[in-house]
Each structure stands twice: as structure tokens, then as C-alpha cells.
């Protein structure tokens, strides 16, 4: 059921007062007593409305006998938002002291007190004043309020969502019913007792499907409710609130962010988008005399793909070509659900990928992820890649390279290469370089030129498992069961090998047009960033839904296929 979200009751009351320049105020003091009384008075320190008795009782009480309390009726729009935006903020550990400066390094507001007891080594203390002006206008609380109006819609959406799969699937009732009706009205006389079983059957489903999308949809809707809230908050804090005020309110909702962008992950992962399915028996009719049930009925769940942008990882380590292929935001196109692993992926164009589908399977799917062709072979293959937009091949273990085209939505295998090099019949990953040049590794590598003529062999000291080419500078690769990437000059010399506590079970490796590196983590669900020299940038596509094996852009990179375990996921930067 739906969460119920803390108030903030202070920016509750500054709405509350601004609504009373045009409407009657009441004392929130009586009101939290169940009492109405109109208000004549308002605590600039409390932030509260008092009818004339509690005035004089809020006076004589030591805590609150110097709060600045005026006259609501004799107060100007000017004055009382003065009086609001003046409002002192007291310390909540020295509570007769007021808050007066905000550290930027601890992202935290302190009375005198504080920062001499605690901020005396930071860098950046300043006033309160400066604080809340130079974060209004920061990069941070941009993308805080970006973020939390992402939140909201995406929210919405899942309430969307929610009503619509309770329209389709109460249209789905009536077909099914339709379905089951035709198979039983066949058969009427026989199996009149099964349909009155199947058809309960279906009402079952319906108690059950129904009421727990309507659950979901009350909780979604609940959480969306209170985004909102905090959105009113966050936006009345910036008119209104004391400076010191503003930044709590900008510090907690940075809190809540992640919480609920965690939240908003772990709903969207648990929920499913149900459906309904009528199997009719295809032999029912030999059946009759020995079969009191004609079909099933059964609820298809999809898992449910989100289309906003998210925030990719954010361990970013600056470097001197910081600024390069830098993406901060990713959002999910499309997640292809396969048979087995998928070792192999590669872009046809921006319209159609190919990839493997078990281990010995080869599928051209449509980026909707209508799978268009597929070929099979007799043994596993661990890559593929494209040469161009009509050639390509994969490595088949122990026994060849494969040469295949794309002609319209079919796979036309061609050449086999397995006579040239003994030892090609067992590589595992290759790469083109410069649309010419074939590289194939496993325990050396060895260059083809464009005829599939052995240029040379390159000794390096780990077996290969996967690799990519930089043209004409270096080879990355890694080696199955170890977590390190390595990277060689074309003369095998090693130039650096990367190691990360956050890469486990290193895979598949690509190399952009500007020489970054990346290489996939399939242990730890992640794919790490590097600069040409090895220096980690950022770790990318965190907290994958399954084992990443490798990944691949398209030509403008602009978008990227990550071949999973089971499914394909194809991601536009945004």
C-alpha cells in the first residue's frame, strides 16, 4: 500500500501565509487542538499563526519571549515577505545560537559555534547568504530540481501504466472469454462442466491480477504524490525560506534523491505488466471422452523498460582529456530477451543489430527486437563483428572463421577460414581495423591483411578472450577467469594492464574512435571507462540487470548494444 511522506511543516505554514494575503488565516495552534480561530498575529521565528491568547501565551514562555512576532493585518506584501526571507534560523545543537554560515565542503549550515568547532580546516565557509545565492544557481540544484520533476513523470508514467494494463487486461477478459466460449460452444455438450472450471479459473485470475494493479497503482501514485510535494517545498523554500532554511531543504532533498531514484529502480524492476493467455488443447476433439479440461488460462507478465534518461556511474576520475566522451546521461531504447547468453553483439546500422543467441546461434534483430534471421553452427562462437554494413564474421571455437553477409534482413554465410593458421581454429575474438586489417586472438594474435593473407603473428604472455584494436596503436584484450585488462603495442610489447576492486571476471573489451577503452565487468554488472594510458574516467552502466559480455556502438556513437546474459540491451546517450 501506499508510503505516507514527512511533512515539512514550516514550509507548509510560509504556503499557508502567502495563501492568506487573499484568504482568512486561522491559529495553527487551536487548529492542532481541533479548535478554529481566526489568527491576528504570525511568529516570524515559528513561522506560525496565533489567535490573540495564544500570542500572549507564546510570549510568556522563556524558549520563544524574543521571537519576533507582528501584527498579520497591519503587515505589507513587501514587509511580510521581508519578515519571512528574514527570519532567523537557530542552531539544533546550539539552540540560542543562529545559523550564519554554510560550509560548501560538508554541504552543511552552522551558527559561530559550529564552525569553529568543526569547520575551522575546511576550505570553503562562508555566510549563508552567498551559500544559498551561488547554489540557486549551481549545476547541482539544476539537476536536483531536473531530477526530482524526472522523478515525478516517471512516476506518473508507472501510474500510467498501471491504468493502462488494467484497461488492456480487462479487454483481454472479454477476448479470452470470447476464445474460451468458441472452443466450449464445439463441444457444448461434453464439456459443459470444463468450461464452468476454466471459466472460474479466469474469474480467480481476475480477483487476483485486478486488485494487486490497483494496489500498485494506489502505492505509485501515493509516492508520486509526495515528489510533488517535495517539488512545492523545494520551490516555496527558493521564494521564501531563510537562506540557512533553503539550504536544509536543498541538503535533505539531495538525501532523498538517491533514495528515491533507488526506489523508483527497485519498483520498476519488481513490477510486471500482466496479461492474458487461452492455450485451446489442439487434440481435444480425439481427447473428449478422456479429458475433463480443454485449455488453460495463464497471465503473461512483461517486465516493464524505462524510456527517461538516467544518470550514468558517477566515479568519475579527471584526466588531461577530461572533456572527451564524457555522457552523464543514458536512457534505455529497448531490452531484446534471447534464449542463452549473448558473448557477441554488433550494430548492422542504427536500425538492426546481430548477435548470438545461445552459444551457437547467430540473430539479426530489428531494434524493436523483432528477431529478423537467424543461422546456427555446430559448434560455439564467442564474437561477432561487423566490417561494414554488409560484411562481417565470427569466430567459430575450434574449428573456423565464419564470413557472413547481410543481404536485406538475411544472413548469408560466405567464406570459411580455417587452413590458413593451425592455430586460428582456436581464437576466440577478432576485430577489423581501418575496414581492412583482421586481427584473430586467442593464445598469440595474428594480423590479415585484405586478401585473409597472414601478415605476421604478435606473441603476448596471457591467452586471449576478448580483444579490440585501436588502429595502428595498441590491442586491448582480456583473459577469461581473471579480473586485469592488458594492453600491447602492435609490437607485443605491454604497455599497462588495469586492475579494479569494482571489475570482477573482466570480458569483453571495445575501443572508441578517440582511443578510450572500455572493458565489461560480467562478475560486477558494470563497464569501466579508461583513457588511452589506462587511467580509469568513470565506471559506466552500474548495477547492469544481468552479466555484461561485452559492448558495442554504432557508427556516430551515439548509441550502445551491451550483450547480456539472456537479453540485449541497447542504450542511446541523451
Known sequence: MG???????????????????????????????????????????????????????????????????????????????????????????????????????????????????????????????????????????????SDFKGLKTQFEELVQNREENIQSFTAHLAETEGKIETSFNELINHFETSKLEILEELGAKKKEVIPRLQDEKSELECKGAGIANDIAIFESTSLFAPPARYLQTVRSLLEQREKLETELNNQRSQLRNHNLEYKRNRIMDIIKKTTNLIGTVSVLQKEIVSTQCVRLGTDHVKGEDDDTHVWTRVKLKNKIQVEGDVTGVAYVDDNRVIGSSGDRTLTLFHMNGTPLNSVEFSNPFWSVRMKNHQEGAVVIERKCLQFFKIVGNQIILTARLGQLHENIKSAMDLAFVKKKDLFIGRNEIWVLDNTLSLVRGIAVEHSIGFMDVCDGHFICYTSYDEDTLYCVGLDGKQLFSYTHEKLKDATGVTVDSRGQIYVCGYASSNIHQLNHEGKLKRIIFEDLPSGPYCMRFNDAEDKVAIGCRECVLLYEFC
Not at 503587515?75 to 511580510?80: D, N, R, W
Not at 554560515?101 to 575551522?120: N, Q, W
Request: net charge negative.
Open 3 to 145: 508510503q505516507n511522506f514527512s511533512t515539512n511543516h514550516l514550509m507548509n505554514n510560509i504556503i499557508d501565509y502567502t495563501k492568506s494575503k487573499t484568504e482568512s488565516k486561522h491559529c495553527n495552534v487551536c487548529e492542532r487542538e481541533n479548535e478554529s480561530k481566526p489568527a491576528s498575529h504570525w511568529c516570524v521565528n515559528c513561522c506560525d499563526a496565533f489567535c490573540g491568547p495564544c500570542e500572549r501565551q507564546h510570549r510568556r514562555f522563556k524558549v520563544t519571549a524574543l521571537h519576533k512576532i507582528v501584527e498579520i493585518g497591519k503587515m505589507k506584501e513587501s514587509e511580510s515577505e521581508g519578515l519571512l526571507y528574514g527570519a532567523e534560523v537557530f542552531c539544533e545543537e546550539h539552540r540560542s545560537e543562529s545559523i550564519r554560515f554554510y560550509c560548501a565542503d560538508h554541504k552543511s549550515v552552522c551558527c559561530m559555534t559550529c564552525m569553529m568547532l568543526h569547520h575551522r580546516k575546511c576550505d570553503e565557509v562562508g555566510s549563508v547568504e552567498d551559500g544559498a545565492k551561488a547554489l540557486k544557481t549551481s549545476k547541482e540544484v539544476k539537476e536536483l530540481e
